[in-house]
């Protein structure tokens, strides 16, 4: 397998200014024939073009109409190439034979369920035909497509439908222009017996847009959230960025075998069917939320990432970190900001950061890769999302807006870098951004030191930095990045002091604005080792340190425990009231997991479960907020703090503090369950859905009693629901203890559900990251269960994923996790190489573990990468991993 490098990155030699598409769409074969006008870059020359092309059937070339022969080009199994082609502008036409049916990767033309469906990002254009498939080749297309009229009477593509008509043989055709200039991996293609739910938009400017979703006939009713969201999502991109829709129609299509969530094709996206179809019944509020935030989401992508896309894949968090922190905002703006920071952080926290301490390490931009399709990660994305969001955090709400303002203004229709997007906020602002660059070059995430001093004299107060970003693979050494760290300073009352000046770098800054007092400020941390100090405080003060999580970090500051409770009782800054709760409930379960280790009898620290009380039975605080402060830190968090990961001492003073805190608030917990219940149907909105999280949450911690008039609590919730949400958190509430009960109640839930597959899956999820002891042996089971189908990448995510959700089975001792995983890639891989590689992801922080854990799950990596005909995307990560 060949690694690509930014580095060796080349503008092209030829452009393509119109791409013809035709489709003659069929059951054995599909042909298709692609008429391309070529322009050379540079007049006159006549250097070799080189197509990409994989799986497919060469049928014929020609330029300017005149069929090549076999010598007049050469073909190898990715490549199509012209050695000499004319000079000046030409037509190329290629007719290529490919077999959609066959197309078990999900990659670019397929069939699900039926229907024909395309996912092209990032290189799957090249399995449709030959075509220089990179994202700074942008041309106008029109796609003809051909079908049997009976088996797929919608025919789709991007842009305007411009004719339709009847064929010979019970065939029809539909022929689809799309105005806009577009780099191949936006192409989409559907057909399919389908149908739609119609609704319009009314833009700003008074245009109207046909809204369409599509889906079976029978799913329709469950497209009524999708819609919503996505009106919700036209309406706040125009309010907030002045951005508004292109085009006269926007289509979604929703398809049940989707490698990912959904993607942002032109004017047609496609999504998987998880994240369009909800009712109340089937549907819980995460599904709900997660719907509006990725239509949001794949809505936002017209114009950051479409109207302006990347120039080449390395690029690709210009589109999708900016798209994220999108979305993160339209989610924020349409629920609860605290309660939506807090998820995204924890997001980070529990995928980005191991991530970023492990083999497949890299940077926001990535310096290199063997296949693309293994970069759509975490840290592309949320890591991504947060360098925009500092970009926000440095310049303020309106110097955002007018560097977004100048990137539209500068790139519309331009395929761009991170350093344009970059230069843009710059430069529409006049800001000073240092060593800003380094967040997408340098992989790590920074620990910063804080230590805090008071002079009482002088009234002052100092607060020191110490920075440090630890080695990753190919980065041995690292310079000091430029962390925003917006702090504010308690008084004993707990109310915010206002700040009026800060001592740095020898000069005074003055933070009061326009005379008026501020509450918080941002400090620019730039150096290795830095101080600042605020002048005019008159008493000690407890300092907030990196409110809202202004900078991706690892903070570690010199609070003493009763300052962090001080903080989770008053600070203003909601997020960090969170977070003082989770800081301590870290320490906390670090000191347990020493006294599990050394055998010492666990106990719990009265004081923490004093501070959980008093928030559960705060009535002046959001019930959602209440929700995420008394949930505990995840057992990987906190392995990820070990310096040999311990699975079983993680979970074991996990379980034993959720005991503890169920047992001494037993009482609080029941009133909380009994005082939330649902008075009438199911409503998304944020109380409801608060209020649905804090029962949910409390019904857990009783659980986790396992005695009867608990179980019987649950098993009554689970009786009466009359949502999925709450429905399904009884189910997950009982199914935590291995008793009778919860294997009646599975099968319950099983014969009830059996003909939606999503709660299918949910159900096959639960089963799978279950902590039973010997798990490994009911999930084996599974795979054979009639529902399940490992060519599905839904079902593979909730059994299989959902199983390496699992430390303690995942991690057995024995082994026994370790060798499923394995068997599991090797078969999978022959099936869908991108959903075999975000499996064996699951392997690759095995350094972490003790010596015996080591060597089982090396034997499985070593025996998977000499597995004959591995995938380059299975190949890559399984090999860096043993790197
Ligand atoms: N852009 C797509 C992701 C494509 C992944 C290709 N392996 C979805 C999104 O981020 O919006
Ligand atoms: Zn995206």
């Known amino acids: 397998p060949k690694e690509i490098f930014l580095k060796d990155y080349k503008l092209p030699d030829y452009y393509f200014d119109t791409v013809d ?59 199509l190439t012209l050695p000499s082609p004319p000079s000046g502008v030409f037509t190329l036409e290629i007719v290529t034979e490919i077999y959609p049916q066959k197309n078990t990767s999900l990659e670019g033309l397929y069939k699900s369920s039926g229907n024909f469906c395309t996912q092209c990002e990032a290189e799957g254009f090249r399995k449709i035909t030959y075509y220089q498939d990179r994202p700074d080749i942008m041309a106008r297309y029109t796609c003809r497509i051909e079908a049997d009229k009976a088996l797929y009477p919608v025919l789709l593509s991007n842009g305007n439908l411009i004719e339709q008509g009847d064929l010979e043989d019970g065939r029809h055709y539909a022929l689809w222009e799309d105005p806009f200039k577009k780099p191949c991996y936006l192409f989409a293609l559907v057909a399919g017996k389908l149908e739609s739910r119609d609704d319009s938009f009314i833009t700003r400017a008074g245009r109207k847009v046909s809204l369409r979703i599509w889906t079976p006939s029978q799913d329709l009713p469950k497209t009524g959230h999708a819609m919503h969201s996505l009106k919700a999502a036209m309406k706040w991109d125009e309010d907030v960025f002045g951005l508004e829709y292109d085009l006269d129609l926007f289509n979604i299509v929703a398809v049940p075998d ?66 994220v922190f999108r979305d993160q905002e339209f989610s924020s703006d349409m629920g ?42 975490v840290t592309v994305y949320e890591k991504g999302a947060e360098v925009v969001r500092m970009y926000k955090t440095l310049l303020g709400s309106q110097g955002f807006r007018k560097g977004m303002d100048l990137y539209f203004q500068r790139h519309d229709g331009q395929a761009v870098t991170c350093e344009d997007f970059f230069a843009a906020m710059r430069d529409a602002n006049d800001a000073e951004f240092s060593n800003f660059l380094l967040w997408y070059s340098q992989a790590g995430t920074p620990t910063v030191k804080v230590t805090s001093s008071y002079n009482a004299e002088a009234h002052t107060f100092s607060l020191k930095f110490c920075q440090e970003v630890p080695p990753t693979p190919g980065q041995p050494v690292k310079e000091p990045m430029f962390i925003p760290v917006s702090v504010g300073l308690l008084d004993s009352t707990g109310k915010d002091m206002p700040l009026s000046s800060v001592h740095h770098d020898g000069t005074l800054q003055s933070i009061a604005k326009d005379g008026q007092p501020v509450y918080s400020t941002v400090l620019r941390v730039t150096k290795k080792e830095e101080e600042f100090v605020f002048a005019d405080v008159h008493e000690r003060p407890i300092p907030s340190l990196l409110r809202g999580f202004s900078a991706p970090i690892r903070l570690e500051s010199d609070l003493a425990e009763s300052d962090l ?28 997991v020493a006294d599990f280790q050394q055998k010492k009898p666990l106990v719990l620290d009265p004081k923490f479960v004093h501070g959980l009380g008093s928030i559960l039975r705060d009535p002046s605080l959001d019930k959602e907020f209440i929700a995420k402060a008394i949930t505990l830190p995840g057992e990987g968090e906190i392995m990820d703090m070990m310096d040999v990961a311990d699975p079983d001492a ?32 199911y409503v998304f909105n944020h109380d409801n859905m608060a209020r649905r999280a804090l029962k949910n949450i409390a019904l857990a911690y009783l659980a986790a009693l396992d005695d009867p008039e608990c179980t019987a609590l649950a098993m009554h919730e689970y009786q009466t629901a009359t949502n999925m949400t709450e429905q399904f958190a009884a189910l997950a509430a009982i199914a935590q203890n291995p008793t009778k009960t919860r294997e009646e109640v599975l099968a319950d839930f099983y014969s009830k559900w059996q003909h939606d597959f999503l709660v299918v899956n949910k159900w096959f999820a639960l089963q799978a990251m279950s902590n039973i002891p010997g798990n490994v042996e009911n999930v084996r089971n599974l795979l054979n269960h009639p529902a399940f189908d490992l060519r599905n990448p839904n079902k593979v995510y909730s059994l299989i994923g959902g199983f390496c959700g699992s430390p303690v089975n995942f991690h057995a001792k024995d082994g026994s996790g370790y060798k499923f995983l394995g068997e599991v890639v090797v078969q999978l891989d022959k ?15 095995w350094r972490r573990y003790d010596g015996t854990r080591q060597n089982l799950a090396k034997a499985q990596l070593e025996m998977i990468m000499s597995t004959n005909g591995l995938s380059e995307n299975v190949f890559e990560i399984a090999s860096k991993s043993l790197g």
């Open 21 to 79: 598409l035709k489709f003659s769409l069929g059951e054995e074969k599909t042909y298709v024939s692609s008429k391309i006008s070529v322009i050379p870059r540079v007049e006159g020359s006549s250097a070799p073009l080189v197509l990409n092309g994989q799986d497919l059937n060469l049928v014929s070339v020609k330029v300017n109409e005149k069929e090549l022969k076999d010598g007049d080009y050469l073909l190898d199994s990715r490549h």
């Open 258 to 323: 989707f490698n990912m969530g959904a993607m942002e094709n032109k004017s047609l996206n496609i999504f998987n069917s998880k994240l369009v179809l909800a009712s109340p019944e089937t549907a819980t509020d995460a599904d709900y939320a997660a719907i509006l935030g990725v239509i949001g989401h794949e809505y936002f992508h017209n114009w950051t990432g479409n109207r302006v896309t990347c120039r080449d894949w390395f690029q690709l968090s210009l589109k999708e970190g900016l798209t």
């Open 336 to 377: 609860s900001r605290t309660v939506k920071r807090i998820s995204d952080v924890s997001k980070l926290r529990i995928y980005q950061y191991p991530q970023d301490a492990g083999p497949m390490a890299h940077p926001v931009r990535p310096h290199s890769y063997i296949k693309m399709d293994n970069f759509y990660t």
């Open 565 to 592: 409770f001080f903080l989770l009782a008053h600070d203003s800054d909601e997020f960090n009231r969170w977070e003082a709760g989770q800081v301590l409930a870290r320490k906390l379960m670090l000191t347990l």
């Open 650 to 681: 993680a979970h074991a003073v996990r379980v034993f503090i959720r005991k503890q805190i169920a047992q001494e608030l037993k009482g609080d917990l029941i009133s909380t369950v009994e005082n939330n219940r649902s008075s009438d149907g």
């Open 831 to 845: 099936i869908n190489p991108q959903v075999a590689s975000r499996m064996v992801s699951a392997f690759s922080r």
